[in-house]
């Protein structure tokens, strides 16, 4: 006989295999939330009204969460730039700029994978796009194929961490905290990570120079102004839209939604500025567009929204849809917005469906009292918090060796998160205790690119890669680098600080002092027309 307490580990374990077997996970979700459910309801568990939950929660809490409209507008930013030959500029000027010294291609790689995981925020386009931008160039200077692997596929990983990173706003519509938040405590372990990366290869350039040489001088066809325009052209665009996308969010100018949609317009833009068949009218209304944006943001600045701060902006968004035109009038940018339409509809449905499959779980699961049987597990663990959090990041990471970041963010976060909340409060404070446990998991979820069976970064670059590039060499290569994504997550367990330095700091006040006082009012007296006054 079935008993209550045996159906939490009944529904973990049957997930687990699913996901082994290799069924879809929303479908897999939903039927082995459904089947568990009517099996409660037959053994008397709880009854059929209980499983009313499952679609107020999926219309309520799914369909109608104006967060979750952040991903299709993010998922379509980054497909776009992916495409639009920005990655190849900026690693050929920034290749040229630290091509004269040892791991000079190393740190191009690194830095522009750091720009672009901020402004694309997708993996797959990261890695393919760099891959077969500098692997080519990096093999005929001689780099060691191991490290060229390990680099790119790295580099290309770090844009599940830096904002706006969809893991993030995933993360935080599931933990219920702020997206702004979440992204001031990404920025720490992002900017450390990359350090961690430049430290490894200058290390390397230190003790094994022949795998990481300089490029040599009659390679380096750029130099003075001419190196320094191209790089800034490249870096210069990229800066304005990651402002207007974090930067707008972060001053509390516009929800993560807003700067969704100003990210996917600002995508369109940069990618028309940048295809050689950009007409001379084009350019005309890009350099009035940026003044224009620039003489408005100095009068809102010193005089506030006035008449001709409101002129300047017309004028400016007259440029914008001016310069979407140009893009929907080449034919190649017209091809591409087409398929950065298509990506984003495949990944918001993806999305939607295991949402909802995660959904149907958890209910069932919460209903079987699954989350006192994990909690029960959870702060028994020996090593009190750190314990808690050392397992917890172990499991993580072997659980990306089958699932992707998605599917542990919708299945295991809303499981565990409750738990984390009241463990990790007496360290960092309540506020900031889901914030730097999401943050820590971010970092931790990279790995599940970059280990086998199935490092998608390493499937990528295995579909690129020249045929020379053994598979062996390839998944070698990376385990270094995963070694210092693991080295990260201690850095982030170890000094909590690195994701709560930039967060508010917690107001403390205690609530049996607080005291509130309301003035007495001095009411007029009655007003007399001719008579006795009214009472």
Known sequence: MITLEMMPPLMFGGLILSMLIGFPVAFTLTALGLSFGFLSIYLGFFDLNFLQAIPGRIFGGVLANELLLAIPFFTFMGSVLERCGLAEDMLDSMGQLFGPVRGGLGYSVIIVGFILGAITGTVAAQVIAMALISMPVMIRYGYNIRYITGVLAASGTITQLVPPSLVLIVMADQLGKSVGDMYLGAWGPSVLQIALFAGYTFLLGIVRP?????????????????????????IIPSAVLIFVVLGTMMLGLATPTETGAMGAIGAIVLAAIHHKDLSKPGHKMLIVGIVAAGIGTMIGIKFGENLLFKLAFAVTYIAVIWLCLEAVRIPDLRDLIKQGYETTMRISTMVVFILIGSTCFSVVFLGVSGGVWLEHHLTSLPGGVWGFLIFINVFIFFLAFFLDFFEIAFIILPMIAPIAQKILAPVVGADAALIWFGVMLCVNMQTSFLHPPFGFALFYLRGVAPREVKSSDIYWGAVPWIALQALMVAIVIAFPYSVTALLDAPVDVDLSKVRIEVPQIELPPPLEFGGEPKR
């Open 210 to 234: 022949d795998h990481v040489p300089p490029v040599p001088k009659e390679a380096r066809t750029l130099i003075g102004w001419a190196l320094w325009r191209k790089c800034l052209m490249g």
